[in-house]
């Protein structure tokens, strides 16, 4: 564990060091703010994802000095050769990277991922203290300073004019705090598949199987050859959040396009899930409160993603916060500014997303439409849609006559040949 200096008062303490937390570190210090950032696990940590890294997240890593590295210790694996399958099981599989000369997702194991974020913090003069598990904070209206209290007794209580509770979906603070009061809404498994031990040909596939919609499975693979495997449930399908060991399960022993990509050797570890607070929360601020990430519910209801939102918030969070430090304005009334931000670069497209996943729950004949569309028409319309889904792109875009029309055209020819 490091350590953490008790009678400090730093300008920022960050509860959390996943993407969100250790983006709002990195920023913050690089502006000059004194940081320290917890973690109550022992680091390198593992977290269950499926570790699909988007463009905008690559955006971030590299800022920090951390895309490089990966790459130059061959640590991520790009998606080059991939696509989907349909519900009435239209296949699309491609190179699109080829097609337009660059990659849209790369896979990084989050234990390496996050930890190098979390380092790259510190080199800009973030303060951390892993193994640190946060009971309690407090804040001391007469003072003006959080109290950040840890389970352990032994460890010392720190403090700090600002709190970023950046901890995750079930944000065990902002719930305390009565910030965040509704649960996480959908949830994920993810599982590895050991390298050596699958047939898998291809970097990532996304699944639409008819009876997960509105939610998906995906299989990626990572650098060191292992696979990931996701099963995402989402609210609104024939399937409950509960029913996932049993989805999960049954997807990895009877899909077959997946028993064919894992082969009958496959060392499929045992399944780990997570819960997903979907949307963003209405309101992710408070006096000298901001709340980042997972925990504000920055994940897209479409695609179950949030790694590069975390990233995107934990941005705005340092550079909100800097000008609130500058005009000694840390005021509940002033951090609303941290809300509209964050809503205006992201947040309101959650909202088209949560709309897509009621017409996919209702109409699953428009992915199908989607892969036959790709099978038509080539690869460039594999991009557009995975521009759109991976944030690169409005999900307004969906709308636009040039994927409207042609989409609406091939769901309607498809309907009318099943009849
Ligand atoms: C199965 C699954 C698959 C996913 N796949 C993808 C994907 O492929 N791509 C994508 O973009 N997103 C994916 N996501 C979502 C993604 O994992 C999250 O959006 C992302 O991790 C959010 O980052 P965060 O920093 O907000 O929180 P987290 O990464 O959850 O980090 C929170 C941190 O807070 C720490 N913490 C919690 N409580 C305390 C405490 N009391 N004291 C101290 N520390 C504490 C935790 O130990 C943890 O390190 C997936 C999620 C799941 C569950």
Known sequence: MSKSNSDKIYDVAIVGTGPGGSSAA????????????????KLPRRKICG??????AQKHLTE???????LAEKKGHWAEIGGLISPKRITYIDNSAEEIGSHLMISIKREIMDYKMTLAAKKEGAELVDEYNVKEVKFSEKHQLWTIIPHDEKQKKLK???LIAADGAVSKIARSLGIITSPPQAV???????????QYKEDGVCLYTQDILPGYTALFKEADGDLVFCCYIIPGGRYKTSDLQHVHQSFLSGEPYLSKALGPKAKIEPMNSAPLRLGGVKKSYSNQLLIVGDAAGMIDPLTGEGIQYAMDAGEIAANILDEGFNKNDLSEKFLKKYQKEWMKSFGRD???????VKVIAKKPIFIDAFAQLCNDRGPSYMIMWAKI???SQSKLSFFKPKLALPLLLTAIKLSLKKK
């Open 64 to 70: 920090m000095g951390v895309l490089q590295e990966i």
């Open 188 to 198: 994920c498994s993810s599982v590895y598949i050991k390298a050596g031990t699958h």
């Open 160 to 162: 700090a004019k600002v």
């Open 389 to 391: 889904m991976t944030g």
């Open 350 to 356: 959650f909202k088209w997303s949560t709309r897509m």
């Open 51 to 56: 570790d699909a890294i988007s463009q905008i």
């Open 26 to 41: 990195f920023y913050l210090s690089k502006l000059g703010r004194s940081v320290v950032i917890l973690d109550k696990e």
